[in-house]
């Protein structure tokens, strides 16, 4: 498949290696401006890996004219400004992957609504989702992932296209669900990193019981499966982002309550705001969301917001 990368962060880095690897003709595009990029272009490289020379860098947007699919991995509150610039382009049957998680702030939008109604209808998208890391793919450690798409061909291709000894794909059967969870793990990402930073871990078990319920009765409510939330879009995904050293959401929430600095704000900040948005609109208590907004959003202080949610989840657990 001849398959088009945008985004040069990690991810997207990641995804276009891996792409090459099992066989597919694969460009990369970055920003002229980015840091990531102007690396590649001079060394083919990050600090997680290698890009062979069988991958394309270009600079230029018009380079996903040329491919049959267009995979997405850049900051999910860029995206709209992202699908603006794609427009005049005038994209027909593509195949649109989104490798990111996240909710519009602004409007509470899940990602794939925000390309579909971006693009014509013969364009197909899909969400690539699941648990895993860029170092431990590197160094030959498989993991299972999800493929969604509201589009059963356009899924059939891309998870038979896509699987390799390093990934194996499993069918999405939920899109608004998968989404959903992918995104608010990030956030219990950040709580559990809360609880690192205070020496608090033990108390990650019972943060993953509510998390997961908490989850399961928003997706509920907004009309997908509420056991989504205990596949691998969020439960199946815990391993990765309440223990690895290498979750970015985790390590976020420790440095923040240590009062250090971080590299930028993780995922997780911004889709906790989204969150409580969507309570709001579908009536549904989320106190970890609303835990962490009124620490991140109203100056709470953190260690007492932790002890009160848990006092409370002691309470009443379900």
Known sequence: MKITVIGCGRWGSFITWYLDHIGHEVTLYGRESSAHMQRFLKERKNNLLTLPESVKLTTKLSAVSE????IISVNSQGLQKLMDELKPMNLSNKKIVLCMKGIEISTGRRLSQIAEESLNETNKVAVWLGP?????????????????????????????????????????QDLIGNEIGAAAKNVIGIAAGMLDGFHLSTLKGALMSRGTREVARLIKAMGG????????????????????????????????????????????????????????????????????YEVFYKGREPKEALESLFTRSLKNEF
């Open 67 to 70: 491919g049959e699919a267009i």
């Open 132 to 172: 895993g890391h860029v170092q431990e793919f590197t160094n030959g450690i498989p993991n299972c992932m999800v493929i969604d798409s509201r589009d059963e061909e356009a899924k059939t291709q891309l998870i038979h296209a896509f699987s390799g000894p390093l990934i194996r794909f499993y069918y999405g």
């Open 225 to 292: 499966n509420e056991l989504s939330a205990y596949g691998l879009c969020h439960l199946g995904d815990y391993e990765a982002t309440v223990f690895s050293e290498f979750s970015h959401n985790r390590r976020y929430g420790e440095l923040f309550v240590q009062g250090k600095e971080s590299e930028g704000l993780a995922e997780g900040y911004y889709t906790v705001k989204a969150m409580v948005e969507l309570a709001k609109k579908y009536n549904v208590e989320l106190p970890i969301s609303q835990t962490l």
